[in-house]
């Protein structure tokens, strides 16, 4: 079945220790996107990507970078958790050239920073 | 700016119908999708208004008046398992989707 995979599911760094998560679509689908989720708040975006094309938000803190090596893979690397960078982080794929294309998520990872 | 407004939580009774709506103000509109999100997961899609009316698809149903900047989702024949938050996404004139915190749906037997 195609889908987006993210890799780990769950994932505990220490306080400063750079971490790296994966996201792996199968849709060959030309967005990718990432975002940040906190418990009980609402999505935020940090990066997405045009094919090849990246787009920073402008309020994403520049210890977040990312990465599109390819179609099928996208990496988020935190480079200094802090404590507040704990959340879930989501992998979403779209069609670009369809309006009304739904996200598709990944599992999403569980980030812990201790 | 660009605003949602949804009940933070609600409750209903299995069996029952329950409507959640959803207010937004956004620059410009291309659409609005609900998104249904259980606890620790990711959110899955339900459904997609680009025009004023009813959109139904089995137990779910959402609204759209684009005058007014309103939605709803309404949710029939309740069953333990649409315990969930839901989640009102319009998009804005530059196809990117305004999420709003979601209302958390707790359902009782």
């Known amino acids: 079945d195609a889908m987006v995979i993210q890799n780990p599911r769950y994932q505990v760094t220490q306080f400063g220790k750079p971490v790296t998560l994966s996201c792996s679509q199968t849709l060959n689908h030309n967005v990718m996107y990432w975002y940040q989720q906190k418990s009980s708040q609402a999505p935020k975006l940090l990066f997405h990507?045009?094919?090849?094309?990246?787009?920073n938000e402008a309020d994403t803190p520049d210890n977040f970078q990312s990465r599109r090596p390819n179609t099928s893979f996208c990496f988020l690397d935190i480079r200094s958790p802090g404590l507040g960078d704990a959340a879930m982080y989501l992998c979403?794929?779209?069609?670009?050239?369809?309006?009304?294309?739904?996200?598709?998520f990944g599992n999403g990872t569980r980030l812990t920073v201790t | 700016g660009q605003n949602i407004d949804q009940p933070t939580e609600m409750t209903a009774t299995e069996g029952a119908i329950v409507q959640i709506n959803c207010t937004y103000q956004?620059?410009?509109?291309?659409?609005l999708f609900w998104y249904q999100q259980h606890a620790g997961e990711a959110p899955t899609f339900l459904s997609y208004?680009?025009l004023d009316g009813l959109e139904e698809k089995g137990r779910f149903s959402s609204f759209l008046s684009r005058s007014k900047g309103y939605s709803y989702l309404l949710l029939k024949e309740l069953q333990m398992k649409d315990s969930a938050s839901y989640l009102c996404?319009?998009?804005?004139?530059?196809?990117?989707?305004?999420w709003g915190a979601g209302t958390k749906l707790i359902i009782k037997p």
């Open positions: 990507y045009y094919d090849k094309d990246f787009n």
């Open positions: 996404a319009p998009m804005d004139s530059n196809y990117q989707l305004i």
């Open positions: 956004t620059s410009g509109f291309n659409g």
């Open positions: 979403a794929t779209s069609h670009a050239d369809l309006s009304s294309s739904p996200l598709h």
């Open positions: 208004n680009v």
